[in-house]
């Protein structure tokens, strides 16, 4: 079972919109069983499903929050093959409060249905507190999108130096880390020399991070900077159900999504 948390603590990096087309790629596409689980208070994922995080709070049997009484919330059934956990406001209460082993409880619940699923994606939020700690801590891959406008790379060190002083301290390893370019304009100079770092000098640096000398570090193919994505979200349509109804001429953009998902399961089985 793949395990991968969706992480940048910078925002406007099409984070959550690529979580939710990845699971449609990997769920449609590839035809793995997922579980897409929206860790992020803010609800932003769960919006694209035309959800509401407001109806999913409490005692409702699909509220993520849950796993902090240790308790197994159920999925939402998107397909046949995708399956979705809400985000909602009950995750700042548990997030913030003084729950004992807190840090652990996701990992404690993916635990509990190990064998339900080949790949569980985890979208975060957009800063490094103990919601982003839990994801961390449960995957076994991290993929962060970064957009190549102008100085949208900056941070992602920092973050890194989060998390490898977060893996150390838990004595945790990590099977991979994905960089995905995103929001990629090759007519702009400033998106073609973010790409370069991106593609160069952020995984020399990864490797010189003890945690991460024996981890897999690759960069993704760019995603490119499109209104299709925007259009998609807004008309709460997945960017392949969009495309292949109304967009057909940018069926080039499916074509990437899917060789993304394939380099990321690439080797699992």
Do not use: C, W
Not at 47 to 61: A, V
Not at 75 to 85: A, T, Y
Not at 145 to 158: H, M, Q, R, V, W
Not at 187 to 204: F, G, H, S, W
């Amino acid at each position: 079972m793949e395990i991968i948390a969706v992480a940048n603590q910078k925002g406007g990096v099409a984070k959550t919109t690529t979580s939710h087309a990845l699971a449609i790629e990997f769920s449609e596409t590839l035809k793995k069983r997922v579980l897409l689980i929206d860790f992020d208070p803010q609800s932003s994922l769960t919006t694209i499903f035309n959800l509401k995080g407001k109806d999913y709070i409490g005692d409702h049997p699909s509220n993520v929050a849950k796993i902090f009484d240790k308790t197994i919330p159920t999925p939402i059934k998107i397909n046949e093959k995708l399956f979705f956990l809400p985000a909602n406001k009950d995750l700042t209460a548990k997030g913030e409060s003084a729950i004992k082993g807190k840090e652990m409880m996701l990992t404690r619940y993916i635990k509990e249905i190990d064998g339900q699923y080949d790949v569980i994606l985890i979208d975060t939020n957009p800063k490094f507190d103990s919601l982003v700690v839990n994801a961390i801590l449960a995957a076994n891959k991290i993929l962060t999108p970064i957009a190549t406008g102008s100085l949208d790379e900056a941070g992602t060190d920092e973050l890194f130096d989060d998390i490898d002083e977060l893996l150390e301290l838990y004595d945790k390893k990590l099977k991979a880390v994905y960089l995905l370019p995103t929001r990629f304009n090759k007519t702009r100079k400033d998106d073609n020399e973010v790409l370069a770092i991106i593609q160069t000098m952020i995984p020399r640096y990864l490797k010189t991070l003890k945690s991460l000398q024996n981890t897999k570090i690759e960069v993704l193919d760019t995603i490119p900077e499109r209104s299709v994505f925007k259009d998609a979200v807004g008309a709460r349509y997945s960017i392949r159900q969009y495309i292949e109804e109304f967009k057909t001429s940018k069926k080039d953009i499916l074509l990437i999504l899917e060789k993304i998902a394939k380099q990321i399961l690439k080797g699992d089985k």
